[in-house]
């Protein structure tokens, strides 16, 4: 069954339309994530008016050749110029650009392409054969699972705001709000409009992304003159060659690092909202920790190229682990892909992989392949960096801006689209200068009417609120949401207050409850080991506490 | 005495805003069918966002009792108004010539309003010189036109057309 679906994709997608559109999204994501500034997910935001006319199989193969080339593409300039082309790409730049500077830019090259495309391999693998197991256990949800897995979403996103956890759930909610104007789902009714024709045709959600995210990082870009009119070669030199065949044996000598932080990755991925930018960094943290020369690391480390490049990679995988088994995009890449997929009137839901498997499989094959393509695309990626480089940032910047209103409009071909991206431009711009992270509110623009639509399914089969608490993946994520908005406070306090060490054993003394009312006979045996792991740790909760107030 | 920071400022603003999301939520229509009103979900969501600008209220106020560097400090700028409107004049031009091409673009049209945007931006954020000037009409050109076409004849959208130049 798997291998006839595997065939029914691969044919699908073996045609020179589909891999010339793959190839070309690979070069241009390799392009565009190597140019500081410019991100993966405006890269995929910007390839998304292209696909509006492929099947829905093509279109999302070709955003998926956009999305690994952008994060293959991040390395070369934190590598060549000590400046991440991309947020997943920082940790790179610690020991990259030291490499780099020592006068082996091609070998740090090399591990950097290389752990790229095995981190994005392994992460297939578990693809591949994760997606379809969480799938099973989506189908197992009800309406009530579903609204707390997305309430779940949200305050991981706005707890993963960091110091800022208040503004990230102010930023969550006002997306929320603005999922609400125009005309309502259910009723027909429009919500927030004031007899406005153009509030209440709503807004779409598209423009509103591409404006909260892209059309205000380019008014970023542009604020100091000075800035905007330098090109990357004013910054260094980029010209060299990539040293294969020393990078793949340095790497398969640290393939425990390399599994480790492809796992780091993977798992990083699955989680809702946390993407790539924080598992390049905890992978390299874990390697740094588990290495026996960490004094190394920072100083142009092999690990510390390896580490990094293979979680960012491995993250995507992750990410679509999620949005393809739950529906649910896990960030802002997914956000748009899934966007691409309504488009086409491709529902992902914990059913699609069953229901539709030759687009589903047509996903997997897809990031598998594009990891390849990927690959054989660097060198000559490289070249064409070396070309963007000599472009001025301003003259990218104008050209993009149009680019993205005229994109905007072939959506629905409707001027309203566009005005909306630029009014949209103007509040994210407007967030992004007071430190309000957009994130929370692209998901809450995405999740706020899957949210309603699912609680009013709640309601419409029972209208006891209780129903939330006793259903057990309800629960599950109704405790997962409440110590997820403490997560924050807890990482701040970690290791430093007394508190901290009743987070994590309370936390899974918690989530046994739902465990066990799930049944059967694995969950309640993973409630009973998780059960003992907390009391353990509760006992040994005294001696810590007393030797981190002795500290 | 306390000065207000930009975070209390920001915190009294959506205040406000939540004040009148309030408002608005108690304007909607209710069908009176379905257990779920079309009023009931953005209401609860406009008094969970109450909430919240509540607290970002009440710890902004704390931190500027307490004379704590405000969380969003100014990176440099120069005080005042007139500081401000230096340090964010180019997106406020370019978001001016934005919204300037999306009203003219009923008379302009996508090709020659986009060919416009793109010389003017690149004219204003790039300098004028008279090479400059050249060469920012030519990638103007290039580009937009490229765009358009790619647009127009590759994926068949129907851009808008101006009452001006109706052929293109």
Redesign the interface.
């Known amino acids: 069954m798997i291998l006839d679906n595997v065939i029914t994709a691969i044919l699908e997608l073996a045609n020179l339309k589909t891999l010339l559109l793959m190839t070309v999204g690979a070069m241009a994501g390799l392009l565009a994530g190597a140019i500081p500034g410019f991100t993966i997910a405006m890269a995929i935001v910007l390839t998304l008016p292209f696909t509006f006319g492929m099947e829905a199989s093509q279109g999302v193969a070709t955003m998926i050749g956009v999305y690994v080339g952008g994060l293959s593409g991040g390395l070369m300039s934190g590598i060549l110029i000590g400046i991440p082309g991309t947020p997943s790409s920082v940790a790179t730049t610690f020991d990259g650009f030291p490499m780099a500077r020592k006068g082996e830019p091609g070998f740090a090259l090399g591990l950097g392409v290389w752990s790229s495309f095995f981190g994005g391999i392994i992460a297939t693998v578990l693809l591949v054969t994760i997606a379809p197991q969480l799938a099973k256990v989506g189908l197992e949800f009800q309406p009530w699972d579903y609204f707390a897995l997305i309430f779940f979403a949200l305050t991981v996103t706005a707890s993963l705001a960091g110091e800022n956890m208040i503004k990230g759930l102010i930023s969550g909610a006002l997306g929320l709000i603005v999922a609400c104007v125009g005309e309502d789902d259910i009723n027909g009714v429009q919500r927030f409009a004031f007899g406005n024709d153009f509030l209440g045709e709503g807004f779409a959600f598209l423009p509103v992304l591409i404006g909260l995210f892209a059309f205000s990082q380019l008014m970023s870009d542009v604020r100091d003159t000075a800035k905007a009119r330098k090109s990357l070669t004013d910054m260094g030199d980029v010209s060299v060659r990539i040293e294969h065949r020393r990078a793949i044996t340095t790497i398969f000598r640290d393939w425990i690092n390399l599994v480790r932080s492809s796992l780091i990755g993977v798992f990083t991925g699955v989680l809702p909202a946390a993407g790539s930018a924080i598992s390049n960094i905890l992978a390299y943290d874990q390697a740094k920790k588990a290495s026996p020369t960490p004094e190394k690391f920072g100083t142009g480390h092999s690990g510390g190229i390896i580490a990094p490049e293979a979680a960012n990679n491995a993250t995507a995988g992750g990410a679509l682990i999620t949005m393809m088994a739950l529906g649910i995009p896990g960030d802002i890449v997914t956000a748009v892909m899934l966007g691409a997929l309504l488009i086409h009137d491709v529902i992902p839901s914990p059913a699609f992989i069953s229901e539709q498997p030759t687009i589903a499989y047509a996903i997997f094959i897809a990031f598998f392949f594009a990891n390849f393509l990927v690959l054989v695309l660097q060198t000559g990626a490289l070249r064409g960096f070396v070309l963007v480089t000599k472009v001025r940032m301003y003259v990218l910047a104008s050209i993009i801006l149009v680019y993205c209103g005229i994109g905007v409009f072939s959506l629905n071909n409707i001027t309203n689209d566009m005005w909306t991206l630029a009014i949209f431009g103007v509040i994210g711009y407007i967030m992004r200068n007071l430190k309000f992270p957009l994130a929370p509110m692209i998901l809450g623009v995405v999740l706020g009417p899957i949210a309603e639509r699912w609680l009013s399914r709640s309601l419409a089969l029972s209208t006891d609120i209780s129903e939330f608490f006793t259903h057990p993946w309800s629960l599950f994520f109704i405790i997962a949401s409440l110590f997820s908005i403490g997560f924050s406070l807890y990482q701040r306090d970690r290791g430093k207050k007394v508190w901290t060490l009743w987070y994590a054993p309370l936390l899974m003394l918690a989530l046994t409850i739902p465990l066990v009312m799930m049944g059967g006979t694995v969950r309640p045996v993973l409630a009973g080991l998780m059960g003992l792991w907390a009391v353990w740790m509760l006992v040994r909760l005294p001696r810590n506490a007393r030797a981190m107030q002795s500290t | 005495m306390t000065t207000m920071s ?1 975070d209390t400022i ?1 915190s009294i603003i ?1 205040l406000l805003f939540c004040g009148f ?1 309030i408002w ?1 939520g108690y ?5 009176q ?7 009931a ?2 209401k609860a ?2 008094w ?2 109450t909430g ?2 509540i ?2 209220f009440v ?1 902004s106020l704390l931190a500027d009792r307490a004379g704590a560097e405000p ?2 400090v100014t990176d440099g700028r120069e005080p005042g108004l007139a500081g401000w409107f230096r ?2 004049f ?2 406020i031009v ?2 001016a010539l ?2 300037t ?2 009203a003219t ?1 009923p008379y302009f049209g ?1 090709l020659i309003g ?1 060919i416009l ?2 010389f003017a ?2 004219s204003f ?3 004028v010189t008279p090479r400059l000037i050249v060469n920012h009409a030519i ?1 103007a050109v290039i ?2 036109g490229a ?2 076409l790619l ?1 127009t004849y590759g ?6 057309r101006g009452e001006l130049f109706p052929g293109i």
Do not use: H, K
Not at chain 2, 27 to 31: H, K, N, S
Not at chain 2, 33 to 39: N, Q, T
Not at chain 2, 155 to 160: H, K, T
């Open positions: 930009r920001v959506l999301l608005a304007q909607i229509r209710d069908p069918f379905g257990e779920l009103p079309p009023a979900w953005p969501v406009s969970v966002l919240f600008c607290v970002y710890q969380a969003t340090w964010y180019n997106p370019c978001l934005y919204f091409f999306l673009l996508t986009g945007l793109v931006l690149l954020l790039g300098g990638i580009s937009v765009m358009w647009f994926l068949r959208v129907l851009l808008p």
